[in-house]
């Protein structure tokens, strides 16, 4: 490995690794198997992004992941032997498979889950609401300053909803949430009636959907939709797991910006939970403020509920400011 054009100084270099050798023995990252699971934590995390997406690829996770090509195929051998996962040929190429978790391979991943966000919890658990808010900032805060812009995926493009992207839509938001936060069944009902009144019933010139694609594939949307004659409200906002840090969430709340300056909309308003920390570091660097914030409970959890508003005249003052 190259060593950087200039080195930042021993002290910096020093905290962030006693910041890792801290954070992972606390989790337990240190054990030979993940939380008392059979899988060390490579295989975890590849049943993750297995659980996760839509019939990828080895070369994909293996890319995606940073990780030997060679080591990747020796543990999906693994994974199939124990039945966990199975291939598809590609109609196009032979020599690609897609793979997809078994029912007992779902199985194995919701159990490895359970122990996972339990372990996570119990991290959390002796912590006062206001300091857990202040540490989930301070995360995002980090994974905002070392995600890179050259790492973004220039293949990511944004378009209207083709037939069937909208039920894409309801199923991953139903999908993902659930498995990542835990929400319920009543969290799926909601986006469904969302994107049920947007096909039913929307004006093109004041609303739009878009669907974000990397290379052909869908991995992301928004909704943009109209409150009333002055202000838009962004819904539905979301990113694959696999495309996260690529850009493509700032594309999406950018292109509802855009679009509702051009409506002759005034502010935009959207609706949100304080644990969604990647969604509202989105949010800040947009413009938006916070502006209210009411705890609740929703989708069989409780929630801290935020609004946070856009000031479009504002946000393109501040625009047309900037050299």
């Known amino acids: 490995m190259q060593a950087p054009a200039t080195m930042p100084p021993d002290d910096a270099i020093a905290a962030v690794r006693g910041y890792n050798r801290f954070y992972t023995q606390r989790l337990g990252l240190l054990n030979e198997r993940l939380d008392g699971s059979p899988w060390s934590l490579t295989e975890a995390r590849l049943l993750y992004e297995l659980a996760h997406r839509i019939a990828p690829a080895a070369s994909e996770l293996a890319r995606d992941l940073g990780l030997d090509a060679g080591y990747v195929s020796r543990i999906l051998r693994r994974f199939e032997s124990a039945g966990l996962i199975e291939r598809q040929r590609d109609a196009g190429d032979a020599r690609r498979s897609h793979l997809s978790l078994t029912a007992l391979g779902r199985e194995s991943f919701a159990s490895l889950e359970t122990r996972t966000r339990t372990r996570i919890a119990q991290l959390l658990e002796p912590l006062p609401t206001p300091a857990r808010q202040v540490l989930v900032a301070s995360m995002a805060s980090i994974r905002g300053l070392l ?177």
């Not at 050259?150 to 039920?167: E, F, M, N």
């Not at 992301?220 to 002055?230: A, N, P, Q, T």
């Not at 495309?243 to 855009?258: F, I, K, W």
């Open 147 to 323: 995600d890179r812009p050259d790492d973004r995926d220039p293949s990511i493009s944004l378009g209207a909803p083709a037939p069937g992207d909208v039920g894409w839509v309801i199923d991953r938001h139903g999908a993902l949430y659930a498995a990542e936060f835990g929400y319920d069944a009543t969290f799926e009902g909601l986006v469904a009636k969302i994107a049920g009144a947007f096909l039913e019933s929307h004006d093109p010139r004041r609303e739009r959907c878009w669907i974000a694609r990397r290379a052909g594939q869908r991995v992301g949307s928004v909704f943009l939709v109209r409150l009333d004659d002055e202000t838009a409200k962004l819904r539905l906002l979301f990113v694959e797991p696999e495309a996260r840090g690529l850009g493509v969430g700032a594309q999406l709340v950018a292109a509802c910006s855009s679009f509702a300056r051009k409506a002759g909309y005034k502010r935009i308003t959207l609706w949100t939970q304080s644990h969604l920390a990647a969604a509202r570091r989105l949010y800040v660097n947009e413009g938006y403020r916070r502006v209210a914030e009411e705890p609740h409970r929703s989708f069989g959890l409780d929630l801290v509920a935020e609004t946070w508003e856009l000031d479009l005249g504002a946000a393109a003052m501040e625009i047309e400011s900037k050299p």
